[in-house]
């Protein structure tokens, strides 16, 4: 007997019926002896449904009373489906009661629609459990300390989940979605895409970060911090599928650095259209211009991806950095506007038609030539690399846009992804 | 400058166009230098489409846990629309801020789905009104002592406006709502129905229980309790319209009465068809048996309205009395099964097909007759009546269902409520 998160996204929620299968799933656990806690997302569609009503509504100005009323808003999506799934769970004669953030209470700081989550009260959810309750916790939100509701922003829900089993000391955190497990790319793209058994942390964070979207990247970074054991698995199976057999399914997110086993150098790769690049052509090279440009962009709340400034000819140098795609024009402007004339209107070239592709994998540290290896991947395939970024098991570079299915194919290829690891 | 609380239904709130509305008529009642707090209903068919997914989940089994999580789910619809109103009014410029039940908070006792407020905490409200904020607060819900969420019933959030009126001890609670006032009875029954000016408020008790939906009873009755003013007025007319106007507008209940003022004797007609009849023909006119026959309908949560109780015949008697018409085929198999059995089998009459009408005036008070004038009326229509009941400002009737807008109008032209009065 374990206690065991579950967590099932909007999809999973998406119908009656659907919350049904989940109900059984969940009462199936429970029935084996484990002691349950659910977290699900609202039924799909619904967080979009009321943000558009809002947005009906909304004035231009959105200040921080406003953005309060949009987490009082949003929050009303898990809280009915918290209830929903409750209620099927009683239908299905098991005792179950469901808790909104502030009821538990999961306390956030009072960052509207981005709130993070501070800390979890274990007390009543750890009495109903000790009285055999299936206990239900409204993802995605919390409440701040002046006892506001606040929302953890997109994908939130997993947060939720892993920060619950953190707090509860859970043997397992599994996180239901619609696809079975984390590949070694999207199989969209690489039809050839292998699921992976497990996968460690730290490569699951940097696929996070890089475009994987199976899991938000801060559901990641605190299952990391608290050592949450992780696993994504399809909630799509049958419910009454054999215990065993599900409770090794999908991909598992281990800490564990597994000794015996072989590590694949590349675990996988991952992909992102959403950046677009813009480079500033002869700017002086002294100190302080980096600071002049970045800071105006930080100041508008733009964040920054990948930056590189050439060697310097003649007291000149080129700058040029990457935003995600969506910023890309307010940028340049901002630049124009702030920065440029100061710097002697230098040239300033924007390209949104990019794309970012990096390879992921542990074993990167203690193996030379990966990078190269991908370098001669992508220039036998005749890709230009624009920019590169290094950590110490990733590698990125910026190419053409037109280029990403082949770039990632080519790659998927030459780390023989498609073979069985391990 | 006053303190006034606003209530606005479900179909004052049903859509986006409708809530700015709303927002623009409550902006121009702050910016006549009122403090205001509102109220609103969930947007129209929000209760019935959440409460129809629990139903579709359902199980038999109907615990107070479900009832828990009913009462989370419909509470859902209110802390949506009070966000949603509140970014309207943002957009137009006010200061505003929405609470949830359990924000404020409105402290009810825990019977699920038919909650009684038992106190409201006015402090954090009174700190934002002082900064001029307009306060919103979500109707038909609260929190009870250990913090699960309650709701009050079907039209709670009349009884949730008048309480935060009486609380905040507001000058006049205006409920907004798809009827423009009181009237002497239903003008879809008697198209010369004339909208009362005022009511006073012991007529607009007996008018709520005896079948006007104007108001839920319950808000009438807290209203008594705590001598809050209260005004029904229209949502339908233009926002802009003069707020001197506005406020003169729709039917204020009254407290005092005015001694000035020629009083009506009877104020209005009110009916409803929700009525069935039972009929026990020979039982033994003996100690015990009342209780026996209604203590059994009672066990079963079934409520009787009039009761009559013939005079004996060779120790026999005829007991009649009406319940609702939902629970008419119920309560007879309850009887068969229960209680007739140990009186002999006497024989048990249903009928569905009654309906009672009431006059009602606090003039009926001061003046004989009355009664006697309605009994006339009806009789020389050639209308049978089949059962009355009096109080010391109504006087009701049971007739086959068919007389009833017969009824309705003969009563409405004899008691001359057609014509204004004081």
């Given amino acids: 007997m374990a206690l065991i998160v579950h967590k099932y996204g909007g999809t999973s929620m998406g119908s009656t019926e659907r919350i049904q299968n989940v109900a059984r799933r969940v009462a199936k656990w429970a029935r084996a002896g484990h002691q349950m806690v659910v977290v699900p997302s609202a039924m799909s569609g619904e967080t979009n449904r009321l943000l558009g009503l809002a947005k ?41 009661v469901s808790y909104a953030g502030w009821q538990v209470p999961v306390r956030t700081n009072s960052a509207f629609t981005k709130a993070r989550i501070e800390s979890i009260d274990d007390v009543r959810v750890r009495h109903d459990l000790a ?33 619950v089993a953190a707090a509860l000391k859970a043997a397992e955190c599994l996180i239901y979605t619609d696809v079975d497990g984390v590949y070694t790319t999207d199989p969209r793209v690489v039809p050839e895409a292998r699921r992976l058994h497990t996968v ?18 801060r559901s990641v970074e605190f299952a990391g911090k608290y050592r949450v054991p992780l696993r994504v698995l ?12 599900e409770a090794k399914s999908g991909t598992l997110i281990t800490f564990e650095e597994d000794e015996q086993m072989e590590q694949a150098i590349v675990s996988g790769i991952a992909f992102t259209r959403d950046e677009a690049k813009i480079s500033i052509i002869g700017v002086p090279d002294k100190p ?6 970045l800071g105006t962009v930080a100041e508008a709340n733009i964040e920054v991806d990948m930056i590189i400034q050439n060697i310097s000819k003649g007291g000149l140098t ?39 592709v990096s390879i992921v994998g542990i074993g990167m540290r203690s193996h030379v030539g990966v ?19 290094t950590s110490e098991i990733k590698t990125s570079v ?25």
Avoid at 205 to 217: R, T
């Fill in 371 to 389: 990078a190269s290896k991908m370098f001669a991947s992508l220039s036998a395939e005749g890709i230009n690399i624009q920019m590169i970024s």
């Fill in 288 to 293: 302080g211009i980096a600071h002049k440009i």
């Fill in 318 to 356: 080129d700058f040029s950095f990457t935003v995600n795609r969506n910023d890309h024009a307010r940028a340049i402007d901002m630049l124009k506007a702030k920065v440029l004339p100061e710097l002697g209107n230098p040239e300033v070239l924007g390209d949104a038609k990019i794309c970012k």
């Fill in 398 to 422: 910026v190419i053409d846009e037109k280029y990403l299915e082949l770039a990632v194919r080519a790659l998927h290829k030459a780390f023989e992804l498609e073979q069985n690891q391990a």
């Fill in 56 to 96: 009906e509504l909304a004035g231009s100005a959105h200040s921080d009373a406003h953005l309060r009323e949009l987490d009082a808003l949003a929050a009303t999506g898990e809280q009915a489906s918290s209830a929903l799934l409750t209620i099927a769970l009683q239908a299905e004669g098991m005792q179950a």
């Fill in 200 to 217: 460690s942390f730290e490569e699951m964070l940097e696929m996070a970060s890089l475009g994987s979207k199976v899991l938000q990247i």
């Fill in 131 to 163: 009285q055999g309750k299936v206990v239900i916790i409204t993802g995605f939100q919390g409440v701040d300390l002046e006892g506001h509701i606040t929302t953890l922003g997109r994908g939130g829900s997993d947060t939720s989940a892993v920060a």
């Fill in 234 to 245: 399809s909630s799509f199976t049958p419910w009454d599928i054999d215990i065993k057999e």
